[in-house]
Nanobody
Framework: HVQLVESGGGSVQAGGSLRLSCLLS????????MGWFRQAPGKEREGLAA?????????????SDPVKGRFTISQDNANAKNTIYLQMNSLKPEDTATYYC?????????????????WGQGTQVTVS
């Protein structure tokens, strides 16, 4: 079955950096979209970045305005391209949230949570 496992979250001071990882398994397609999302307490889940991944994916990326220029989504080109990363720089307290990766794109806007059918369990990021 499809499984997504995020890691790399933690606590960091404002201005610091973190790199999140998301390992995908059990997905048989050779090209697919994967995205990073976050949800803060009391707020809706929001899309941050997406990448066209997999062996046949072209690596095209897209970002939301709040993270453009600070966050970078990438894929592991060596490990069957089934791991994606989110490099987060210049972190701000408002970046505090649970961060999720997703795949199983079903159509619609790439940064819309409803566009994805498979989700990881999330990893907490706290910026103070």
């Amino acid at each position: 079955h499809v499984q997504l496992v995020e890691s790399g979250g933690g606590s960091v001071q404002a201005g610091g950096s973190l790199r999140l990882s998301c390992l995908l398994s059990g997905f048989t397609y050779d090209m697919y979209y994967m995205g990073w999302f976050r949800q803060a307490p009391g707020k809706e889940r929001e899309g941050l970045a997406a990448i066209h991944s997999g062996w046949r994916g072209d690596g095209t990326t897209t970002y939301s305005d709040p993270v453009k220029g600070r966050f970078t989504i990438s894929q592991d080109n060596a490990n069957a391209k089934n791991t994606i990363y989110l490099q987060m720089n210049s972190l701000k307290p408002e970046d505090t949230a649970t961060y999720y990766c997703a795949t199983g794109y079903v159509g619609g806007a790439l940064l819309r949570p409803q566009s994805y059918s498979y989700w990881g369990q999330g990893t907490q990021v706290t910026v103070s």
